[in-house]
């Protein structure tokens, strides 16, 4: 294979292949002659898994036709097959075959899906503004990727650790560098030497990721120390463009299977088939003082569900600063329970980390965090589940420190990446924010596991993120329509509030309506397009006018009056890049300076956070 690839780059190189044995102290190194039979073997296999994946990307939910390639995964089809071949075959046939009809067209519907998102992910789209993942190196310019924000380039090596244990590098930006760019810590990307010709592909790529990020200077980390140190000192100027883990579209597939192959009811309740059970007494339990009544009645409310509570939560209504927080505080106290706590991003798992320790320090002392040092809050390092077990040499020891906590949080994402995690320790509830960001297949191998599943979201704000257009997308089979099931982009929280208010199931949801962080004049607009005029202000704030009639600029009484203003601006025509706009930015400028000045002139005290600009 690696012939192969030699003679593809090099057609005109005749070469001699050897194979090294490491651990061979005599003859290490041993002559292996190209079969040409054998070659041709591979590449009848390679094309045969790309037929394959092709075929998963046909997959329909109402075409049953497209369904054969499941019919053909059994022993029957593969006589001969031993080991774990046969093993794993008889697995997804028994698991295939024990689904119904409904199941079926579930399951081939979302197996299509995260078939056309991956392709996608590889391939890219040419033309399109969407993200192309490692497809953009080749389909777009150096110039077009700037103007999406989804480079940076001409970086310039200034600290190269590259060979040690922990391998990173650090580079300075240059002036050819884009001022805008849309990397954050935590990214997974590919660094390449830049090459005159404007050509990505033609030399070697590493993967990497973003471990620091300033205005002016950026430290990735390898996948593994690299020997030739002399690679990095030859070129002087570097890219980096964003990428993805393989690894993450199989964890989706995996977790597709796991719901398929979990017990019936299990099914039938996450595809909401059947309701959740009802409520049990619940005796009354004393809660902060500091809770509004809304806030007791959810948290009691959700005390008492079976199987699963979905909490609704919009904006500053305290779904994780205060419903979350008393509730881990009020589990813990009162039962011995085993908590996971899981979100979608690392920022939201960082605030579910702050909310357990202002609990108290004896929580900040008993709780665990998944997940990678470089994608956690500096002050919660020290909680992770990789800094704990650094110094346990067996097993054994890991499972004795996992079994000392009750409180382990995370990312879905790390969770999945680590489910040896709930092999080695039960977990009687899960209560994962941000659910309305998560799509189905990533949720349901998770919930499946757990006696009581909690889900909190709101999904009148970000949505999942979903590469395919909805004509792509779209689930068209008339069973699972009935069931709410007609995106596979809508994410598992929006279809099972839709179905529990569909069915009348009130005992399965909850939605907290008092808000604290936006004036009454600003929620009229998201209140009556979004939330059906149910939010409501938390007491009385931000009344206080800037009006100062010294000031005497029309826009100043015009700002100092309004608690929205809508500002028409043209764009520069000779803006070069598309997705700016440099008038707005002096516009901005302006008024931050205005409002600044009006905060002066009513005396009253401004910080570096008293205005966000988003």
Request: hydrophobic residues 40%.
């Amino acid at each position: 294979l690696y012939d192969l690839l030699i003679r593809d780059i090099r057609p005109h190189v005749s070469s001699l292949t050897y194979i090294l044995y490491s651990r061979e102290a005599e003859r290490p190194l041993r002559f292996a002659p190209v079969v040409r039979s054998k070659q041709m073997d591979a590449l009848q296999v390679r094309n045969q898994i790309l037929l394959m994946e092709d075929a998963l990307t046909r997959l329909d939910g109402a075409d049953r036709s497209t369904w054969d390639i499941f019919h053909q995964w059994t022993t029957e089809r593969h006589p001969g097959l031993g080991g774990f071949h046969q093993r794993d075959l008889d697995l997804f046939s028994r698991t295939w075959q024990g689904l119904d009809e409904v199941e079926q067209a579930y399951f081939a519907s979302f197996a299509g899906f995260l078939a056309r998102e991956y392709q996608l992910a590889k391939t890219g789209r040419a033309g399109s503004d969407r993200w192309k993942g490692q497809a953009s190196l080749w389909l777009d310019t150096r110039a077009e990727k700037a103007d999406r924000f989804s480079i940076l380039s001409f970086l310039r090596i200034i600290e190269d650790r590259s060979a040690e244990s922990d391998p990173l590098i650090r580079f300075q930006f240059t002036p050819e560098t884009p001022s805008l760019a849309n990397f954050r810590v935590g990214d997974i990307t590919i660094l390449y030497p830049h090459q005159d010709d404007g050509q990505s592909t033609q030399d070697q790529l590493w993967k990497c990721t973003i471990v620091e990020l300033g205005r002016d200077e950026i430290v990735i980390r390898l996948r593994a120390p690299q020997v030739h140190r002399s690679r990095f000192q030859q070129d002087t100027l570097w890219h980096l463009e964003s990428d993805f883990l393989d690894s993450a579209f199989h964890q989706l597939t995996r977790s597709l299977f796991t719901f398929a192959a979990a017990p019936k009811e299990k099914r039938d309740l996450l595809l909401g088939r059947i309701p959740p059970g009802l409520p049990a007494a619940v005796q009354p339990i004393s809660l902060a003082d500091s809770l509004t009544d809304e806030q007791q009645q959810v948290i009691v409310q959700l005390l008492s569900s079976k199987d699963y509570f979905l909490l609704w939560g919009p904006p500053g209504t305290g779904k994780t600063s205060v419903v979350l927080h008393h509730l881990v505080g009020w589990l813990y106290r009162n039962t011995s329970e085993n908590l996971l706590l899981l979100a979608y991003t690392n920022r939201a798992v960082d605030e579910i980390c702050s909310a357990i320790e202002a609990l108290g320090p004896a929580y900040a002392d008993n709780y665990v965090r998944i997940g990678s040092r470089y994608s956690t809050a500096e002050p919660y390092r020290e909680r992770l589940l990789s800094t704990g077990t650094a110094s346990c040499i067996s097993r054994e020891e890991v499972r004795n420190l996992i079994g000392r906590y009750r409180i382990f949080v995370g990312t879905v994402s790390s969770l999945h990446g680590q489910t040896e995690l709930l092999r080695m320790k039960r977990f009687d509830r899960v209560i994962i924010d941000e659910a309305s960001q998560l799509l189905e297949p990533m949720l349901l191998g998770l919930l499946v596991q757990f006696p009581h599943v909690t889900l909190i979201g709101d999904h009148k704000q970000l949505p999942a993120v979903v590469t395919q257009e909805r004509t792509s997308r779209a689930i068209t089979a008339p069973p699972l329509a009935d069931l709410e099931i007609t995106d596979a982009g809508t994410s598992l929280f929006e279809r099972l509030i839709l179905r529990s208010r569909d069915c009348g199931w009130s005992h399965a949801y909850g939605m907290l309506s008092r808000q604290g962080r936006m004036h009454e004049e600003l929620m009229v607009f998201p209140n009556d397009q979004f939330y059906e005029g149910k939010l409501q202000l938390i007491g009385s704030f931000q009344q206080v006018k800037l009006s100062d009639p010294t000031i005497g600029h029309p826009l100043h009484e015009y700002l100092a009056n309004r608690r929205i203003a809508f500002l028409a601006v043209d764009r520069d025509q000779d803006e070069p890049i598309t997705k700016t706009n440099m008038a707005e930015a002096r516009l901005i400028v302006d008024l931050f300076q205005y409002y600044r000045m009006l905060y002066q002139a009513a005396g009253r005290t401004w910080t570096e956070e008293t205005l966000g600009v988003i």
